[in-house]
Protein backbone atom coordinates (compact mmCIF):
# COMPACT_ATOMS: atom_id res chain seq x y z
CA UNK A 1 0.00 0.00 0.00
CA UNK A 2 1.49 3.30 -1.13
CA UNK A 3 2.49 5.36 1.91
CA UNK A 4 0.54 8.43 1.33
CA UNK A 5 -2.71 5.87 2.06
CA UNK A 6 -1.64 4.47 4.90
CA UNK A 7 -0.90 8.12 6.74
CA UNK A 8 -4.39 9.11 5.36
CA UNK A 9 -5.89 5.85 6.39
CA UNK A 10 -4.65 6.53 10.11
CA UNK A 11 -5.58 10.01 10.14
CA UNK A 12 -9.25 8.92 9.25
CA UNK A 13 -9.35 6.46 12.09
CA UNK A 14 -8.14 9.16 14.72
CA UNK A 15 -10.48 12.29 13.64
CA UNK A 16 -13.32 9.75 13.99
CA UNK A 17 -11.99 8.70 17.66
CA UNK A 18 -11.56 12.47 18.66
CA UNK A 19 -15.42 13.47 17.14
CA UNK A 20 -17.12 10.35 18.23
CA UNK A 21 -15.20 10.91 21.81
CA UNK A 22 -16.62 14.64 22.04
CA UNK A 23 -20.08 13.31 21.27
CA UNK A 24 -19.83 11.07 23.95
CA UNK A 25 -18.81 13.80 26.84
CA UNK A 26 -21.22 16.39 24.96
CA UNK A 27 -24.02 14.37 25.32
CA UNK A 28 -23.19 13.26 29.19
CA UNK A 29 -23.27 17.43 30.05
CA UNK A 30 -26.90 17.58 28.72
CA UNK A 31 -28.70 18.71 31.68
CA UNK A 32 -30.88 15.77 33.67
CA UNK A 33 -29.52 12.13 33.09
CA UNK A 34 -31.74 9.78 30.80
CA UNK A 35 -32.67 8.06 33.75
CA UNK A 36 -34.44 10.84 35.64
CA UNK A 37 -36.31 11.96 32.29
CA UNK A 38 -37.26 7.74 32.06
CA UNK A 39 -38.59 7.42 36.04
CA UNK A 40 -41.10 10.34 35.10
CA UNK A 41 -42.05 13.29 37.46
CA UNK A 42 -43.05 10.86 40.65
CA UNK A 43 -40.03 8.36 40.46
CA UNK A 44 -38.45 7.99 43.35
CA UNK A 45 -35.18 8.16 44.20
CA UNK A 46 -34.92 4.44 44.34
CA UNK A 47 -36.69 4.02 41.13
CA UNK A 48 -34.28 6.42 39.17
CA UNK A 49 -31.43 4.75 40.95
CA UNK A 50 -32.60 0.85 39.52
CA UNK A 51 -33.09 2.42 35.78
CA UNK A 52 -29.55 4.05 35.75
CA UNK A 53 -28.04 0.93 37.14
CA UNK A 54 -30.32 -1.03 34.39
CA UNK A 55 -29.59 1.50 31.35
CA UNK A 56 -25.48 1.33 32.57
CA UNK A 57 -25.35 5.21 33.69
CA UNK A 58 -24.42 3.95 37.47
CA UNK A 59 -21.30 2.58 36.17
CA UNK A 60 -17.63 4.22 36.20
CA UNK A 61 -16.81 6.91 33.29
CA UNK A 62 -14.71 4.93 31.83
CA UNK A 63 -16.78 2.04 31.97
CA UNK A 64 -19.65 3.65 29.96
CA UNK A 65 -16.60 4.89 27.57
CA UNK A 66 -15.25 1.52 26.73
CA UNK A 67 -19.51 0.55 26.70
CA UNK A 68 -20.12 3.31 23.92
CA UNK A 69 -17.27 2.14 21.73
CA UNK A 70 -18.67 -1.40 21.92
CA UNK A 71 -22.35 -0.77 20.88
CA UNK A 72 -20.78 1.42 18.35
CA UNK A 73 -19.48 -1.31 16.71
CA UNK A 74 -22.30 -3.71 16.73
CA UNK A 75 -24.17 -0.48 15.55
CA UNK A 76 -26.17 -0.72 18.89
CA UNK A 77 -26.76 3.11 19.54
CA UNK A 78 -29.35 2.16 22.67
CA UNK A 79 -32.99 2.27 22.89
CA UNK A 80 -34.84 5.46 22.29
CA UNK A 81 -36.47 6.98 25.22
CA UNK A 82 -39.15 8.04 24.14
CA UNK A 83 -40.08 5.61 21.20
CA UNK A 84 -38.73 2.64 23.30
CA UNK A 85 -37.48 0.75 20.44
CA UNK A 86 -33.34 0.37 19.67
CA UNK A 87 -32.28 3.94 18.11
CA UNK A 88 -30.80 1.93 14.97
CA UNK A 89 -34.30 0.90 13.89
CA UNK A 90 -35.84 4.25 14.74
CA UNK A 91 -33.03 5.99 12.09
CA UNK A 92 -33.19 3.17 9.14
CA UNK A 93 -36.89 4.20 9.09
CA UNK A 94 -35.89 7.76 8.75
CA UNK A 95 -32.77 7.77 6.50
CA UNK A 96 -34.66 7.44 3.16
CA UNK A 97 -36.60 10.37 3.16
CA UNK A 98 -33.27 12.61 4.32
CA UNK A 99 -31.33 10.54 1.95
CA UNK A 100 -33.43 11.16 -1.11
CA UNK A 101 -33.70 14.85 0.45
CA UNK A 102 -30.03 15.36 0.28
CA UNK A 103 -29.72 13.19 -2.90
CA UNK A 104 -32.19 15.47 -5.43
CA UNK A 105 -30.01 18.60 -3.77
CA UNK A 106 -27.18 17.66 -4.06
CA UNK A 107 -27.13 16.61 -7.55
CA UNK A 108 -29.54 20.42 -8.62
CA UNK A 109 -26.44 21.92 -6.89
CA UNK A 110 -23.85 20.32 -8.40
CA UNK A 111 -25.75 20.88 -12.02
CA UNK A 112 -26.53 24.73 -11.41
CA UNK A 113 -23.39 25.50 -9.34
CA UNK A 114 -20.57 23.78 -11.71
CA UNK A 115 -22.32 25.40 -14.89
CA UNK A 116 -22.96 28.61 -13.97
CA UNK A 117 -19.39 28.86 -11.97
CA UNK A 118 -18.08 27.73 -14.92
CA UNK A 119 -19.90 29.87 -17.60
CA UNK A 120 -19.22 33.01 -15.23
CA UNK A 121 -15.07 31.93 -15.54
CA UNK A 122 -14.74 31.44 -19.17
CA UNK A 123 -16.13 34.70 -19.78
CA UNK A 124 -15.37 37.22 -16.99
CA UNK A 125 -17.53 40.49 -16.96
CA UNK A 126 -19.46 38.94 -19.80
CA UNK A 127 -23.85 39.03 -19.23
CA UNK A 128 -23.24 35.63 -17.83
CA UNK A 129 -21.10 36.68 -15.24
CA UNK A 130 -23.02 39.32 -14.26
CA UNK A 131 -25.94 37.29 -14.30
CA UNK A 132 -24.44 34.55 -11.77
CA UNK A 133 -22.67 37.37 -9.08
CA UNK A 134 -26.55 38.19 -8.93
CA UNK A 135 -27.47 34.60 -8.06
CA UNK A 136 -24.73 34.52 -5.65
CA UNK A 137 -25.21 37.39 -3.67
CA UNK A 138 -28.72 37.08 -3.59
CA UNK A 139 -28.48 33.47 -2.89
CA UNK A 140 -26.14 33.38 -0.12
CA UNK A 141 -27.86 36.48 1.91
CA UNK A 142 -31.51 35.15 2.73
CA UNK A 143 -32.33 32.62 5.06
CA UNK A 144 -32.80 29.26 3.76
CA UNK A 145 -36.06 28.41 5.46
CA UNK A 146 -37.67 31.96 4.30
CA UNK A 147 -36.63 30.77 0.60
CA UNK A 148 -39.01 28.07 1.83
CA UNK A 149 -41.65 29.83 2.19
CA UNK A 150 -41.52 32.17 -0.89
CA UNK A 151 -41.49 28.50 -2.82
CA UNK A 152 -44.54 27.05 -0.80
CA UNK A 153 -46.63 30.75 -1.61
CA UNK A 154 -45.57 30.60 -5.06
CA UNK A 155 -45.54 27.16 -6.02
CA UNK A 156 -47.72 25.53 -3.80
CA UNK A 157 -50.47 28.12 -2.66
CA UNK A 158 -51.01 30.31 -5.63
CA UNK A 159 -49.95 27.72 -8.48
CA UNK A 160 -50.69 24.82 -6.78
CA UNK A 161 -48.09 22.32 -8.74
CA UNK A 162 -47.04 20.66 -5.04
CA UNK A 163 -48.74 20.07 -1.88
CA UNK A 164 -48.15 22.64 1.03
CA UNK A 165 -46.53 20.10 3.49
CA UNK A 166 -45.49 17.03 4.04
CA UNK A 167 -45.68 13.45 2.55
CA UNK A 168 -48.83 11.47 2.04
CA UNK A 169 -49.66 8.92 4.56
CA UNK A 170 -47.96 5.93 2.24
CA UNK A 171 -44.83 7.92 3.13
CA UNK A 172 -41.67 7.97 0.38
CA UNK A 173 -42.90 6.24 -2.93
CA UNK A 174 -41.63 7.31 -6.18
CA UNK A 175 -44.95 9.27 -6.52
CA UNK A 176 -44.99 11.10 -3.53
CA UNK A 177 -40.89 11.96 -4.19
CA UNK A 178 -42.62 14.72 -6.67
CA UNK A 179 -42.93 16.67 -3.19
CA UNK A 180 -39.25 16.57 -2.40
CA UNK A 181 -38.71 19.24 -5.40
CA UNK A 182 -39.33 22.00 -3.33
CA UNK A 183 -37.43 21.32 -0.41
CA UNK A 184 -34.93 19.90 -2.75
CA UNK A 185 -34.23 23.48 -4.28
CA UNK A 186 -34.68 25.11 -0.93
CA UNK A 187 -31.71 23.21 -0.13
CA UNK A 188 -29.71 23.14 -3.65
CA UNK A 189 -29.77 27.14 -4.31
CA UNK A 190 -27.46 28.52 -1.32
CA UNK A 191 -25.34 25.59 -1.83
CA UNK A 192 -25.25 25.96 -5.76
CA UNK A 193 -24.21 29.57 -5.34
CA UNK A 194 -20.98 28.57 -3.03
CA UNK A 195 -20.23 25.95 -5.25
CA UNK A 196 -20.52 28.62 -8.61
CA UNK A 197 -18.36 30.98 -6.57
CA UNK A 198 -15.78 28.79 -6.38
CA UNK A 199 -16.06 27.53 -9.50
CA UNK A 200 -15.63 30.47 -10.91
CA UNK A 201 -12.30 31.58 -8.95
CA UNK A 202 -10.77 27.83 -10.02
CA UNK A 203 -11.65 28.85 -13.80
CA UNK A 204 -9.98 32.50 -13.72
CA UNK A 205 -7.24 31.12 -12.20
CA UNK A 206 -6.66 28.15 -14.26
CA UNK A 207 -6.91 30.66 -17.73
CA UNK A 208 -4.13 32.34 -16.64
CA UNK A 209 -1.62 29.51 -16.59
CA UNK A 210 0.86 28.70 -19.18
CA UNK A 211 -0.64 25.82 -21.08
CA UNK A 212 -3.95 27.85 -21.66
CA UNK A 213 -1.91 30.71 -23.38
CA UNK A 214 0.27 28.09 -25.70
CA UNK A 215 -3.07 26.34 -26.51
CA UNK A 216 -4.61 29.64 -27.84
CA UNK A 217 -1.66 30.55 -28.97
CA UNK A 218 -1.67 27.01 -31.28
CA UNK A 219 -5.20 27.82 -32.59
CA UNK A 220 -7.06 25.55 -30.36
CA UNK A 221 -10.87 26.74 -30.74
CA UNK A 222 -12.46 28.29 -27.91
CA UNK A 223 -14.43 25.38 -26.85
CA UNK A 224 -11.83 22.83 -26.71
CA UNK A 225 -9.53 25.35 -24.45
CA UNK A 226 -12.76 25.57 -22.28
CA UNK A 227 -12.63 21.57 -21.89
CA UNK A 228 -9.05 21.93 -20.46
CA UNK A 229 -9.25 24.63 -18.57
CA UNK A 230 -12.71 22.75 -16.75
CA UNK A 231 -11.21 19.35 -16.48
CA UNK A 232 -8.15 21.38 -14.89
CA UNK A 233 -10.06 23.43 -13.02
CA UNK A 234 -13.06 21.03 -11.15
CA UNK A 235 -10.74 18.83 -9.27
CA UNK A 236 -9.76 21.99 -6.71
CA UNK A 237 -13.69 21.81 -5.76
CA UNK A 238 -14.06 18.40 -4.80
CA UNK A 239 -13.24 19.56 -1.05
CA UNK A 240 -16.40 21.97 -0.76
CA UNK A 241 -18.76 19.45 -2.86
CA UNK A 242 -17.72 17.18 -0.17
CA UNK A 243 -17.83 19.76 3.02
CA UNK A 244 -21.54 20.18 0.87
CA UNK A 245 -22.63 16.40 0.62
CA UNK A 246 -21.63 15.57 4.60
CA UNK A 247 -23.35 18.50 5.73
CA UNK A 248 -26.82 17.51 3.74
CA UNK A 249 -27.40 15.01 6.53
CA UNK A 250 -28.13 17.59 9.08
CA UNK A 251 -28.09 20.55 6.47
CA UNK A 252 -31.99 19.78 5.61
CA UNK A 253 -33.23 19.86 9.91
CA UNK A 254 -34.81 23.21 9.23
CA UNK A 255 -35.85 22.47 5.79
CA UNK A 256 -37.35 19.33 7.17
CA UNK A 257 -39.08 21.46 9.86
CA UNK A 258 -40.56 24.37 6.84
CA UNK A 259 -41.93 21.27 5.14
CA UNK A 260 -42.66 18.82 7.46
CA UNK A 261 -40.72 15.97 6.38
CA UNK A 262 -40.01 12.97 9.08
CA UNK A 263 -36.73 12.65 8.52
CA UNK A 264 -33.48 12.24 10.03
CA UNK A 265 -33.95 16.52 10.56
CA UNK A 266 -36.98 16.20 12.49
CA UNK A 267 -36.14 13.07 14.45
CA UNK A 268 -32.94 15.23 16.14
CA UNK A 269 -35.31 17.90 16.34
CA UNK A 270 -37.91 15.91 18.77
CA UNK A 271 -35.22 14.25 20.17
CA UNK A 272 -33.76 17.52 21.42
CA UNK A 273 -37.46 18.87 22.95
CA UNK A 274 -38.09 15.84 24.66
CA UNK A 275 -35.06 14.93 25.85
CA UNK A 276 -34.53 11.66 23.84
CA UNK A 277 -30.90 11.69 24.46
CA UNK A 278 -29.85 8.62 22.47
CA UNK A 279 -31.77 9.42 19.88
CA UNK A 280 -29.87 12.96 19.51
CA UNK A 281 -26.98 10.77 20.11
CA UNK A 282 -27.50 8.43 17.67
CA UNK A 283 -28.42 11.45 14.49
CA UNK A 284 -25.00 13.29 15.98
CA UNK A 285 -22.66 10.07 15.22
CA UNK A 286 -24.72 8.85 12.10
CA UNK A 287 -24.25 12.35 10.53
CA UNK A 288 -20.68 13.10 12.06
CA UNK A 289 -19.30 9.74 10.92
CA UNK A 290 -20.94 10.26 7.08
CA UNK A 291 -19.12 13.72 7.44
CA UNK A 292 -16.15 12.92 8.31
CA UNK A 293 -16.05 9.77 6.05
CA UNK A 294 -17.00 11.65 2.79
CA UNK A 295 -14.39 14.40 3.38
CA UNK A 296 -11.82 12.15 3.86
CA UNK A 297 -13.13 10.48 0.52
CA UNK A 298 -12.87 13.54 -1.14
CA UNK A 299 -9.27 14.25 0.29
CA UNK A 300 -8.27 10.75 -1.01
CA UNK A 301 -10.07 11.28 -4.55
CA UNK A 302 -7.96 14.63 -4.68
CA UNK A 303 -4.90 12.81 -4.26
CA UNK A 304 -5.09 10.29 -6.73
CA UNK A 305 -6.22 13.23 -8.92
CA UNK A 306 -3.54 14.92 -8.47
CA UNK A 307 -0.29 13.50 -8.09
CA UNK A 308 1.71 16.45 -6.96
CA UNK A 309 -0.29 16.75 -3.69
CA UNK A 310 1.30 13.55 -2.43
CA UNK A 311 4.62 15.08 -2.05
CA UNK A 312 4.69 15.30 1.91
CA UNK A 313 4.90 18.47 2.63
CA UNK B 1 -15.51 50.66 -3.98
CA UNK B 2 -18.76 50.79 -4.86
CA UNK B 3 -20.18 47.66 -3.16
CA UNK B 4 -18.17 48.52 0.13
CA UNK B 5 -20.82 51.61 -0.15
CA UNK B 6 -23.70 50.17 -1.21
CA UNK B 7 -23.01 47.51 2.24
CA UNK B 8 -22.50 50.33 4.15
CA UNK B 9 -25.62 52.02 3.47
CA UNK B 10 -27.47 49.30 3.74
CA UNK B 11 -25.94 48.46 7.22
CA UNK B 12 -26.93 52.11 8.14
CA UNK B 13 -30.36 51.87 7.44
CA UNK B 14 -31.00 48.62 8.91
CA UNK B 15 -28.76 49.46 11.92
CA UNK B 16 -30.62 52.29 12.35
CA UNK B 17 -34.18 50.72 12.07
CA UNK B 18 -33.41 48.75 14.76
CA UNK B 19 -31.82 51.05 17.19
CA UNK B 20 -34.58 53.52 16.49
CA UNK B 21 -36.88 51.01 16.72
CA UNK B 22 -39.03 52.26 19.85
CA UNK B 23 -39.64 55.58 18.00
CA UNK B 24 -40.18 54.17 14.41
CA UNK B 25 -42.55 51.48 15.66
CA UNK B 26 -46.02 52.54 14.90
CA UNK B 27 -47.15 50.01 17.71
CA UNK B 28 -46.28 48.25 20.96
CA UNK B 29 -44.60 45.13 19.30
CA UNK B 30 -45.56 43.36 22.56
CA UNK B 31 -49.24 44.24 22.87
CA UNK B 32 -51.91 41.90 21.77
CA UNK B 33 -55.48 43.16 19.42
CA UNK B 34 -57.73 39.86 19.80
CA UNK B 35 -60.02 42.18 17.38
CA UNK B 36 -57.68 42.34 14.61
CA UNK B 37 -56.19 39.12 13.60
CA UNK B 38 -54.25 38.05 10.85
CA UNK B 39 -54.85 41.81 9.43
CA UNK B 40 -54.06 42.24 5.64
CA UNK B 41 -51.58 44.80 4.64
CA UNK B 42 -53.03 48.40 5.33
CA UNK B 43 -51.86 52.02 6.34
CA UNK B 44 -52.57 51.07 10.02
CA UNK B 45 -50.64 47.90 9.63
CA UNK B 46 -47.64 48.03 7.09
CA UNK B 47 -47.02 44.43 7.14
CA UNK B 48 -50.63 43.07 9.03
CA UNK B 49 -50.65 41.83 12.19
CA UNK B 50 -50.02 37.73 13.47
CA UNK B 51 -52.06 35.09 15.28
CA UNK B 52 -52.26 37.35 18.27
CA UNK B 53 -52.84 40.91 16.40
CA UNK B 54 -50.14 42.15 17.03
CA UNK B 55 -48.30 44.44 14.28
CA UNK B 56 -45.76 42.55 12.23
CA UNK B 57 -43.85 45.66 11.55
CA UNK B 58 -43.29 46.90 14.77
CA UNK B 59 -41.96 43.31 15.41
CA UNK B 60 -39.89 43.46 12.46
CA UNK B 61 -38.30 46.50 14.10
CA UNK B 62 -38.14 45.05 17.13
CA UNK B 63 -36.72 41.84 16.11
CA UNK B 64 -34.03 43.32 14.36
CA UNK B 65 -32.83 44.81 17.43
CA UNK B 66 -32.35 41.65 19.21
CA UNK B 67 -31.20 39.61 15.49
CA UNK B 68 -28.68 42.34 15.17
CA UNK B 69 -27.44 41.91 18.62
CA UNK B 70 -26.95 38.72 18.63
CA UNK B 71 -24.86 38.17 15.68
CA UNK B 72 -22.93 40.52 16.54
CA UNK B 73 -22.27 39.52 20.00
CA UNK B 74 -21.33 35.67 18.86
CA UNK B 75 -19.53 37.37 15.77
CA UNK B 76 -17.03 39.73 18.50
CA UNK B 77 -17.23 36.31 20.57
CA UNK B 78 -16.37 33.71 18.17
CA UNK B 79 -13.08 36.35 16.84
CA UNK B 80 -11.88 36.87 20.48
CA UNK B 81 -12.29 32.91 21.34
CA UNK B 82 -10.26 31.49 18.09
CA UNK B 83 -7.99 34.40 18.20
CA UNK B 84 -6.39 34.64 21.86
CA UNK B 85 -6.17 30.77 21.55
CA UNK B 86 -4.67 31.07 18.00
CA UNK B 87 -2.36 33.75 19.33
CA UNK B 88 -1.68 31.27 22.20
CA UNK B 89 -0.75 28.37 20.11
CA UNK B 90 0.86 30.34 17.78
CA UNK B 91 3.49 32.04 20.27
CA UNK B 92 3.78 29.25 23.16
CA UNK B 93 4.12 26.72 20.73
CA UNK B 94 4.84 22.60 21.50
CA UNK B 95 2.66 20.81 23.10
CA UNK B 96 0.15 23.63 23.90
CA UNK B 97 0.31 24.49 20.13
CA UNK B 98 -0.62 20.63 19.04
CA UNK B 99 -3.35 20.27 22.02
CA UNK B 100 -5.30 23.21 20.70
CA UNK B 101 -4.80 22.46 17.10
CA UNK B 102 -5.97 19.12 17.30
CA UNK B 103 -9.08 20.48 19.47
CA UNK B 104 -10.15 22.97 17.11
CA UNK B 105 -9.73 20.20 14.06
CA UNK B 106 -12.06 18.09 16.11
CA UNK B 107 -14.36 20.84 16.39
CA UNK B 108 -14.13 21.58 12.69
CA UNK B 109 -14.83 17.58 11.92
CA UNK B 110 -18.50 18.24 12.87
CA UNK B 111 -21.22 19.93 10.30
CA UNK B 112 -21.49 23.64 11.44
CA UNK B 113 -25.19 23.46 11.96
CA UNK B 114 -25.26 20.29 13.92
CA UNK B 115 -22.39 22.01 16.30
CA UNK B 116 -24.40 24.88 17.41
CA UNK B 117 -27.70 22.74 17.76
CA UNK B 118 -25.62 20.05 19.91
CA UNK B 119 -24.62 23.42 22.19
CA UNK B 120 -27.83 24.67 22.36
CA UNK B 121 -29.29 21.32 23.50
CA UNK B 122 -26.92 21.15 25.90
CA UNK B 123 -27.11 24.92 27.24
CA UNK B 124 -30.70 25.07 26.03
CA UNK B 125 -32.81 27.87 24.75
CA UNK B 126 -31.97 31.70 25.03
CA UNK B 127 -30.35 34.74 23.52
CA UNK B 128 -26.87 34.06 25.68
CA UNK B 129 -26.75 30.21 24.74
CA UNK B 130 -27.04 31.13 21.18
CA UNK B 131 -24.91 33.25 21.27
CA UNK B 132 -22.33 31.24 23.07
CA UNK B 133 -23.04 28.30 20.94
CA UNK B 134 -21.97 30.23 17.40
CA UNK B 135 -19.25 31.36 19.32
CA UNK B 136 -17.84 27.96 19.95
CA UNK B 137 -18.77 26.68 16.68
CA UNK B 138 -17.38 29.63 14.33
CA UNK B 139 -14.35 29.70 16.46
CA UNK B 140 -12.13 26.99 14.59
CA UNK B 141 -11.72 29.77 11.25
CA UNK B 142 -10.46 32.21 13.40
CA UNK B 143 -8.06 29.67 15.59
CA UNK B 144 -6.44 28.24 12.61
CA UNK B 145 -6.56 32.23 10.58
CA UNK B 146 -4.85 33.62 13.78
CA UNK B 147 -2.64 30.82 14.41
CA UNK B 148 -1.20 30.97 10.31
CA UNK B 149 -0.88 34.45 10.22
CA UNK B 150 1.09 35.10 13.90
CA UNK B 151 3.53 32.11 13.06
CA UNK B 152 4.05 33.46 9.46
CA UNK B 153 4.93 36.82 11.20
CA UNK B 154 6.96 35.68 13.94
CA UNK B 155 9.05 34.37 11.35
CA UNK B 156 9.49 37.98 9.88
CA UNK B 157 12.59 39.62 9.93
CA UNK B 158 11.19 42.94 11.51
CA UNK B 159 9.63 40.71 14.35
CA UNK B 160 13.53 39.51 14.81
CA UNK B 161 14.99 42.21 14.97
CA UNK B 162 12.69 43.53 17.80
CA UNK B 163 13.92 40.24 19.42
CA UNK B 164 16.56 41.34 19.18
CA UNK B 165 15.80 44.55 20.90
CA UNK B 166 14.68 43.06 23.77
CA UNK B 167 10.59 42.86 22.54
CA UNK B 168 8.88 40.11 24.70
CA UNK B 169 6.72 37.15 23.49
CA UNK B 170 3.61 39.60 23.96
CA UNK B 171 5.21 42.32 22.81
CA UNK B 172 6.01 41.02 19.65
CA UNK B 173 2.79 39.11 18.88
CA UNK B 174 0.31 42.25 20.21
CA UNK B 175 2.77 45.37 18.56
CA UNK B 176 3.83 44.06 16.00
CA UNK B 177 2.31 40.68 14.32
CA UNK B 178 -1.40 41.60 15.08
CA UNK B 179 -1.95 45.28 13.82
CA UNK B 180 -0.60 43.38 10.24
CA UNK B 181 -3.24 40.87 9.91
CA UNK B 182 -6.41 42.67 11.63
CA UNK B 183 -7.31 43.72 8.43
CA UNK B 184 -7.66 39.89 7.03
CA UNK B 185 -9.77 39.22 10.12
CA UNK B 186 -12.20 41.88 9.92
CA UNK B 187 -12.77 40.95 6.29
CA UNK B 188 -13.36 37.60 7.79
CA UNK B 189 -15.98 38.61 10.74
CA UNK B 190 -18.17 40.60 8.38
CA UNK B 191 -18.98 37.43 6.35
CA UNK B 192 -19.19 35.91 9.72
CA UNK B 193 -21.66 38.56 10.87
CA UNK B 194 -23.86 37.98 7.66
CA UNK B 195 -23.72 33.96 8.17
CA UNK B 196 -24.66 33.89 12.28
CA UNK B 197 -27.57 36.50 11.40
CA UNK B 198 -28.88 33.73 9.34
CA UNK B 199 -28.25 30.83 11.93
CA UNK B 200 -29.62 32.80 14.51
CA UNK B 201 -32.57 32.94 12.37
CA UNK B 202 -32.44 29.28 11.65
CA UNK B 203 -32.55 28.57 15.30
CA UNK B 204 -35.27 31.09 16.52
CA UNK B 205 -37.23 30.03 13.95
CA UNK B 206 -36.50 26.23 15.12
CA UNK B 207 -37.65 27.60 18.79
CA UNK B 208 -34.34 26.67 19.90
CA UNK B 209 -33.17 30.44 20.01
CA UNK B 210 -34.59 33.42 21.10
CA UNK B 211 -37.25 32.41 23.41
CA UNK B 212 -40.91 33.92 22.89
CA UNK B 213 -42.41 36.60 23.53
CA UNK B 214 -39.01 38.48 22.40
CA UNK B 215 -39.54 38.75 19.00
CA UNK B 216 -35.75 38.47 16.89
CA UNK B 217 -36.93 38.18 12.90
CA UNK B 218 -36.55 33.87 13.21
CA UNK B 219 -39.11 33.43 15.75
CA UNK B 220 -41.44 36.39 13.81
CA UNK B 221 -40.89 33.89 10.78
CA UNK B 222 -41.52 31.26 13.18
CA UNK B 223 -45.06 32.60 13.78
CA UNK B 224 -45.58 33.81 10.26
CA UNK B 225 -45.39 30.21 8.90
CA UNK B 226 -47.97 29.09 10.83
CA UNK B 227 -50.54 31.28 8.95
CA UNK B 228 -48.43 31.44 5.65
CA UNK B 229 -51.05 31.21 3.65
CA UNK B 230 -53.52 33.53 5.21
CA UNK B 231 -51.11 36.15 5.89
CA UNK B 232 -47.95 36.21 3.80
CA UNK B 233 -47.01 39.74 4.23
CA UNK B 234 -45.78 38.80 8.06
CA UNK B 235 -43.77 36.48 6.45
CA UNK B 236 -42.39 38.04 3.61
CA UNK B 237 -41.72 41.52 5.74
CA UNK B 238 -39.31 40.25 8.28
CA UNK B 239 -37.38 38.17 5.89
CA UNK B 240 -36.69 41.06 3.44
CA UNK B 241 -35.22 43.11 6.71
CA UNK B 242 -32.91 39.84 7.42
CA UNK B 243 -31.67 39.25 3.61
CA UNK B 244 -31.23 43.49 3.89
CA UNK B 245 -28.98 42.62 6.69
CA UNK B 246 -27.34 39.75 5.73
CA UNK B 247 -26.26 41.50 2.47
CA UNK B 248 -25.28 44.27 4.03
CA UNK B 249 -22.55 42.67 5.75
CA UNK B 250 -21.25 40.74 2.99
CA UNK B 251 -20.75 43.65 1.04
CA UNK B 252 -19.32 45.26 3.88
CA UNK B 253 -16.84 42.31 3.78
CA UNK B 254 -16.66 42.08 0.05
CA UNK B 255 -15.49 45.95 0.53
CA UNK B 256 -13.06 45.68 2.61
CA UNK B 257 -11.13 42.88 1.18
CA UNK B 258 -10.75 45.19 -1.83
CA UNK B 259 -10.01 47.89 0.02
CA UNK B 260 -7.10 45.74 1.56
CA UNK B 261 -6.16 44.13 -1.91
CA UNK B 262 -6.01 47.76 -3.32
CA UNK B 263 -3.52 48.59 -0.29
CA UNK B 264 -0.88 45.76 -1.08
Known sequence: MPRYLLTQGVSFVVTLWAVLTLVFFAVRALPGDAATIMGGLDATEEQVQTLRERIGLARSVPAQYAAYFGGLLQADLGDSLRERRPVTNVLIERLPVTLTLAGMAFLLSLVLGLGLGVLAGLRPGGPADRATLLFTTVALAIPEFWFGFLLILLFAVNLGWFPVLGLPPSGLTLASSWNLILPAVTLAIPRAAQLARLARARVLEERRSDYVRTARSKGLLPAAVGRHIASNALPGVLPLLALELGGLLTGTIVVEQVFGLPGLGLTILGGISARDYPVVQGVTILAVTVYVLVNWLADMLQLVADPRLRAPT | ?264
Open chain 2, 1 to 264: MSRAWIGLALFVLVAGSAVLAMWLSPHDPLAPNYRNLYAGVSGEHPLGTDGLGRDVLSRSLAGGRVSLTIALAATALTMALGGVLGLLAAGIGGLTDTVLSRFFDALLAFPGFLLILLVVAILGGGSLQTVLAMGVAGSPIYFRLTRAFARAELKSEYVTAARALGATRVRQLWRHAVPNFLGSLAVQGASTAATFLLVEASLSYLGLGVPLPTPSWGNVLQDARSYLTRQPWAAVGPGLFLAAASLSFQFLSDGLRDLLDRRD
